[in-house]
């Protein structure tokens, strides 16, 4: 926990997450924000998918190294899994603190495991993507220094692909 746990604060700075740098990048998706509000006129609209998605773009450039187009299918995908993640999860269930309890059909266990299991395959996909593409000299992203820890083969390290 502690090694992944600085790991994890490490390379967000560097990346420039509680600086100053991040501003260019959530600049970049407040103008992509602002284009894709102006579409809607003065028309009434839900802002919240177009909102979660702009926060998820920020976060998906610190993590994959850049960001999606609102309408990119792989990208509808992510933010779909991740609502209804979120929706079926409630962290004030009673199966939090009694975990027998989710053997019984009304807390959805099957059902965030399957959402799980979905986000993991995007996951896989992008870290599959990134494998390719990996140079040591050019890190970009929350996954290539990853990547470039495990690398260093340290013994005992907790640098695994099951924790990434």
């Known amino acids: 926990w502690k090694e992944q746990r600085t790991f994890a604060s490490t390379t967000l700075r560097k990346f420039g997450f509680g600086k100053r740098c991040l501003q260019t990048q959530i600049m970049e998706e407040v103008d992509c924000l602002m284009e894709k509000l102006e579409k809607f006129g003065s028309k009434p ?5 177009t909102l979660n998605a702009s926060v998820s773009n920020v976060i998906c450039s610190l993590l994959f190294g850049k960001r999606f187009e609102y309408e990119d299918s792989t990208f509808k995908r992510l933010i779909t899994l991740l609502q209804n993640l979120f929706t079926t999860i409630n962290v004030s269930s009673p199966v939090v603190i009694f ?5 019984l059909p009304m807390f959805k266990v099957n059902t965030i495991r399957k959402i799980m299991n979905d986000i993991n395959e995007f996951a896989k996909e ?6 390719q593409n990996f140079d040591e000299s050019n890190i970009n992203d929350f996954i290539d220094a990853f990547l470039l820890e ?7 390290s907790t640098f695994t692909g099951i924790q990434m």
């Open 150 to 156: 495990q690398t260093k083969k340290v013994e005992n």
């Open 99 to 103: 975990p027998v309890l989710r053997f």
């Open 126 to 131: 992008k870290i599959k993507e990134h494998r």
């Open 45 to 49: 609209f839900d802002i919240q998918d």
